[in-house]
T-cell receptor, first 114, second 114 residues
Framework: DGGITQSPKYLFRKEGQNVTLSCEQN?????MYWYRQDPGQGLRLIYY???????QKGDIAEGYSVSREKKESFPLTVTSAQKNPTAFYLC?????????????FGPGTRLTVL | AQSVTQLGSHVSVSEGALVLLRCNYS??????LFWYVQYPNQGLQLLLK??????LVKGINGFEAEFKKSETSFHLTKPSAHMSDAAEYFC????????????FGTGTQLKVEL
């Protein structure tokens, strides 16, 4: 089955630690995205990548980093510089080239900072 | 800048009643608009999208939305609510000009009562 997987589903982190969230897709999509979801705020774009080895900052990139070494993978690292990292993180992917292509979402990772 | 506003963070309807979830957009160019649904602790699933082909768009699970340029609206409706429709619904507008970036509204939580 084609789709997007995110792991782990739940993640706990101590303050001051970096943590990496995994996102893998087998849809052969060029573009991938990371969103952060907080209650009452909708989804906010952290980073996105339109092609391998290239990525751009979204609206709230501070305290986060990404890499795109493979087409199917787009891991997100939440660094200790992110002051309020507790949130639900969603990864998405889409075909690129045309601007109205649907984004497909993974099941999400809930990160809690202890 | 493009944006969407969802009126009503919580909507409650009786089973079998009409569902109406409101979305207004702001865009300087013809927009691409989307409605997504999110069930608890899951990712987002596309309900329907408007890409300038037809103003009345039909989606999955009996939902539809009508694009009204004069009102800058893209409200989501369903004639008869079902208990399984209880979820959070997000309206989104595509940021044209590159990146295929979506800007989301803050979401509307739909409750369906017996």
């Amino acid at each position: 089955d084609g789709g997007i997987t995110q792991s782990p589903k739940y993640l706990f982190r101590k303050e001051g630690q970096n943590v990496t969230l995994s996102c893998e897709q087998n849809l052969n999509h060029d573009a991938m995205y990371w969103y952060r979801q907080d209650p009452g705020q909708g989804l906010r774009l952290i980073y996105y990548s339109q092609i391998v080895n290239d990525f751009q900052k979204g609206d709230i990139a501070e305290g986060y980093s990404v890499s795109r070494e493979k087409k199917e993978s787009f891991p997100l690292t939440v660094t200790s510089a992110q002051k309020n990292p507790t949130a639900f993180y969603l990864c998405a992917s889409s075909t690129s080239g045309f601007s109205y292509n649907e984004q497909f979402f993974g099941p999400g990772t809930r990160l809690t900072v202890l | 800048a493009q944006s969407v506003t969802q009126l009503g963070s919580h909507v409650s309807v009786s089973e079998g009643a009409l569902v109406l979830l409101r979305c207004n957009y702001s865009s300087s160019v013809p927009p691409y608009l989307f409605w997504y649904v999110q069930y608890p602790n899951q990712g987002l699933q596309l309900l329907l999208k408007y890409t300038s082909a037809a103003t009345l768009v039909k989606g999955i699970n009996g939902f539809e939305a009508e694009f009204k340029k004069s009102e800058t609206s893209f409200h989501l409706t369903k004639p008869s609510a079902h208990m399984s429709d209880a979820a959070e619904y997000f309206c989104a507008v595509l940021l044209t000009g590159g990146g295929n970036k979506l800007t989301f509204g803050t979401g509307t939580q739909l409750k369906v009562e017996l």
